[in-house]
């Protein structure tokens, strides 16, 4: 699986790799190309798998703002109900395409 914006890929791994939580593919860290990503200030605290932290996507020449995001130290409780260890995987926002 790749995920790509502005004909850049910026995440490729196998799909058994991924976890899929809420309709959003999760890449593993290891999958994300360097320095791809820029930490965001915009702050997000979800109610079951704890603060958020935004990226801000290198692509296509751009950087597109608040495009990524990740759960580096989920809730505990977080991992029963996804069935795995989720912490520090990256999803997408829905204008990066995720593909086979």
């Keep these: 699986m790749k995920a790509v914006l502005a004909g850049t890929t910026i995440a490729e791994a196998e799909e058994g790799d991924l976890i899929r939580i809420e309709g959003n593919w999760y890449f593993p860290p290891a999958s994300i190309a360097p320095d791809a990503l820029v930490e ?3 702050p997000y605290t979800c109610p079951w798998k704890g603060e958020c932290q935004y990226y801000s996507v290198r692509a296509g020449g751009d950087v597109h703002t608040d495009r990524a995001w990740a759960y580096p ?3 505990p409780s977080a991992f029963d109900r996804v069935g ?3 912490s520090g995987y990256i ?3 829905p ?3 995720v593909v086979p």
């Design 91 to 93: 999803a997408f926002a």
């Design 40 to 42: 965001s200030p915009t």
């Design 73 to 75: 130290h989920p809730y």
């Design 84 to 86: 795995r260890d989720f």
């Design 95 to 97: 204008d990066v395409e």
